[in-house]
């Protein structure tokens, strides 16, 4: 049983530069993957396991039915995850695959290391590295012993994708493409659905989803030195039909200054700062991000409820 763990996390100087950027932006919002810090990973664990969200449940099934059938199709290979989350996801792909290595990247180091401690037991003759990163800024893997001369395979599930722009999208999918050097990537996107339902999967009846937005502020206090007051913002997510996407928010209950990253920023009462968001991809939609970004869809297997799919992306040329 072999665990590697590799520290490229931005440093806190990087940190403070994209905090600043992202607060001068109209509307404020911040990259992503800031949510992810411990207390962030928990808390997003315990959001997919609430009845209104019903993404992981369903993405999990699909894996472990077409698990077999996904490992034929792609070849034998080392899975390269984006975004390790609990690990659940790759489980029934690393027994399918019997991977000899397994490559997991996400942003925080404390997700890695408990995450790569269960499959290792798991998964004994598999060597686990755990790169610790910004997964939209690695465009190859670091130098390890373990990731030399091995076909790769990229896994991108939770419909993470959709936390980016459209535009943004496309940049990662040819980034993917580089880093994966020519191997194919399996590709988790959930679809547009009923908005009560949407809305409802990301604002849970007993508060994780608001947890979770509220604790970047205890984040970024914590890390930039502030003073922002989680008492003074509430949590909102709606759908927005024009953009084909949820948009969830802090947004302030008064009028305010917050000082974070050495400066101070001005609130507005019902101001919002945007936390993220979560855009749904039709089938057609997904196949026009897939061709902009260089790749085509080889195979796509969907759950029963037409919520979700998996796509085998293989380089378009």
Same mark, same amino acid.
Request: aromatic share 6%.
């Given at each position: 049983?072999?665990?590697? &763990?590799?520290?490229?996390?931005?440093?806190?100087?990087?940190?403070?530069?994209?905090?600043?950027?992202?607060?001068? #932006?109209?509307?404020?919002?911040?990259?992503?993957?800031?949510?992810?810090?411990?207390?962030?990973?928990?808390?997003?664990?315990?959001?997919? @396991?609430?009845?209104?969200?019903?993404?992981?449940?369903?993405?999990?099934?699909?894996?472990? &039915?077409?698990? *077999?059938?996904?490992?034929?199709?792609?070849?034998?290979?080392?899975?390269?995850?984006?975004?390790?989350?609990?690990? #659940?996801?790759?489980?029934?792909?690393?027994?399918?695959?019997?991977?000899?290595?397994?490559?997991?990247?996400?942003?925080?180091?404390?997700? &890695?290391?408990? %995450?790569?401690?269960?499959? %290792?037991?798991?998964?004994?003759?598999?060597?686990?590295?755990?790169?610790?990163?910004?997964? !939209?800024?690695?465009?190859?893997?670091?130098?390890?012993?373990?990731?030399?001369?091995?076909? +790769?395979?990229?896994?991108?599930?939770?419909?993470?994708?959709?936390?980016? !722009?459209?535009?943004?999208?496309?940049?990662?999918? #040819?980034?993917?493409?580089?880093?994966?050097?020519?191997?194919? &990537?399996?590709?988790?996107?959930?679809?547009?659905? $009923?908005?009560?339902?949407?809305?409802?999967?990301?604002?849970? !009846?007993?508060?994780?989803?608001?947890?979770?937005?509220?604790?970047?502020?205890?984040?970024?206090? +914590? *890390?930039?030195?502030?003073?922002? *007051?989680?008492?003074?913002? +509430?949590?909102?997510? +709606?759908?927005?039909?024009?953009?084909?996407?949820?948009?969830?928010?802090?947004?302030?209950?008064?009028?305010? !200054?917050?000082?974070?990253?050495?400066?101070?920023?001005?609130? @507005?009462?019902? *101001?919002?700062?945007?936390?993220?968001?979560?855009?749904?991809?039709?089938? $057609?939609?997904?196949?026009?991000?897939?061709?902009?970004?260089?790749?085509?869809?080889?195979?796509?297997?969907?759950?029963?409820?037409?919520?979700?799919?998996?796509?085998?992306?293989?380089?378009?040329?």
């Amino acid at each position: 049983m072999s665990i590697s &763990l590799i520290n490229l996390h931005p440093s806190p100087a990087d940190l403070q530069q994209l905090v600043q950027d992202g607060l001068k #932006r109209s509307p404020r919002q911040l990259p992503a993957w800031l949510l992810y810090d411990a207390e962030g990973s928990r808390l997003f664990a315990e959001i997919c @396991k609430q009845p209104e969200y019903t993404l992981t449940n369903r993405e999990i099934a699909l894996l472990e &039915l077409h698990a *077999d059938a996904i490992a034929a199709a792609t070849g034998p290979g080392m899975v390269v995850e984006f975004g390790i989350g609990n690990a #659940r996801k790759v489980d029934p792909l690393l027994t399918a695959l019997g991977s000899s290595v397994f490559a997991a990247l996400d942003i925080s180091l404390s997700a &890695l290391e408990e %995450a790569l401690s269960g499959l %290792a037991v798991r998964h004994p003759n598999t060597a686990m590295v755990g790169i610790c990163c910004d997964h !939209t800024q690695l465009n190859e893997l670091p130098a390890h012993p373990a990731l030399d001369r091995q076909r +790769r395979i990229g896994f991108f599930p939770g419909s993470s994708l959709g936390n980016f !722009t459209p535009e943004d999208a496309v940049a990662f999918l #040819r980034n993917a493409r580089q880093l994966l050097a020519g191997g194919p &990537l399996l590709l988790g996107l959930d679809q547009p659905r $009923e908005q009560a339902l949407m809305e409802a999967a990301y604002d849970d !009846t007993a508060g994780f989803s608001a947890a979770f937005a509220l604790n970047l502020l205890q984040r970024l206090n +914590r *890390d930039l030195q502030g003073d922002a *007051d989680p008492a003074q913002f +509430r949590y909102r997510a +709606r759908w927005q039909e024009q953009q084909q996407r949820i948009e969830m928010a802090l947004v302030s209950t008064q009028d305010q !200054t917050v000082h974070l990253a050495g400066e101070p920023w001005a609130f @507005k009462k019902n *101001d919002a700062w945007i936390t993220e968001h979560s855009v749904k991809y039709s089938p $057609e939609a997904a196949a026009d991000l897939a061709n902009h970004a260089g790749w085509r869809i080889e195979r796509r297997w969907e759950d029963p409820h037409q919520q979700m799919a998996l796509h085998l992306l293989l380089p378009a040329d």
